[in-house]
């Protein structure tokens, strides 16, 4: 069964030929001075943004899509009822989840590099959890369901040159997280040597908590540990029980800057054919040209989303 392959956040078409896009946001000085009515119109313009992304992907057979987090700017900062556009909003977010259900289009979020639940600064933690609790209410806004379908996907965030200590202050915060959260969190693997393997998760974390390992490609190939890349996405794949396994894939900026470009950086397009290694799975394209690197795959490969 061919992958299916989705994109994350942006829409490069609609960007460049509408100045559309549903991640504006906002700098915290203008958020304190200008308050919560500026926060609250942004928000309406992201999510008017975001139907026309949908609408866009259905049109284009995309049927996998990561949205951003900036849709909500400063989101942790106060409460969704207190927005002025605060029905509109919860209107809005149901009418785009509905939609996606409808279209069978799989949502998911990947919250930033600050959410880091396994840091040793209550406050950090305290923070993360904010964060990262929002992104469940709006899941459960936009009538996604509650299992690994609509995943939220994090690193574990740190190693703290504790690996095994980290992961277990990790998995202590994840058991106070609302279903909300728990019920669609997923973990993905490094792109750093001192950070987390798909083995390491899974002997630290999914074998902890059940919770099921991201294999994201080009993490794998900085940071492979013992494991073959086949191997290491088998067993990535193994952790998942209630919905299909889904991976990330870039390609080193290196094919396209040569070696002056860091080998972790992603490259705009990808090149090599994705190897599912006979696995049925989910891809998002992580490329820096967004859709377009995955029509121009399309093109190159002579295979389709439909």
Not at 260 to 288: L, T
Request: aromatic share 10%.
């Amino acid at each position: 069964m061919p992958i299916r392959l989705g994109y994350a956040c942006i829409n490069m078409h609609l960007s460049d030929t509408q100045k559309l896009t549903s991640s504006r946001t906002m700098r915290k000085a203008t958020f304190l001075s200008k308050g919560l009515p500026a926060v609250s119109e942004l928000i309406v313009s992201n999510l008017r943004s975001l139907q026309t992304i949908m609408e866009w992907n259905v049109a284009n057979n995309f049927t996998l899509f990561r949205m951003s987090s900036d849709m909500f700017p400063w989101h942790s900062e106060y409460a969704f009822q207190d927005l002025p556009d605060y029905k509109r909003i919860r209107k809005m977010l149901e009418r785009t989840g509905q939609y996606a259900i409808e279209n069978g289009i799989r949502l998911s979020f990947h919250p930033g590099q600050f959410v880091c639940l396994a840091s040793k600064n209550p406050t950090v933690v305290d923070n993360a959890r904010k964060d990262i609790e929002t992104h469940g209410l709006i899941m459960d806004y936009m009538l996604q369901p509650r299992d690994h379908n609509a995943k939220i996907n994090i690193h574990i965030g740190g190693a703290y040159n504790d690996k095994p200590a980290t992961a277990k202050r990790f998995c202590e915060v994840v058991d106070t997280l609302s279903a909300s959260v728990y019920d669609r969190l997923t973990v993905e693997n490094d792109d750093r040597l001192n950070l987390y393997t798909t083995q390491e998760l899974y002997d630290y974390v999914h074998m902890e908590t059940g919770i099921p390992i991201v294999f994201d490609y080009h993490h794998h190939a900085c940071n492979p540990g013992e494991l073959s890349e086949r191997d290491a996405l088998a067993l990535a794949c193994s952790t998942w029980q209630n919905a299909k396994p889904c991976t990330h894939y870039s390609e080193s900026a290196q094919l396209e800057r040569g070696e002056r470009a860091p080998f972790r950086a992603h490259s705009k397009f990808i090149y090599s054919k994705i190897d599912d290694h006979g696995f049925d799975i989910d891809c998002v394209v992580e490329a820096k040209g967004k859709e377009q690197a995955i029509l121009k795959y399309f093109s190159d490969h002579g295979v389709s989303n439909a």
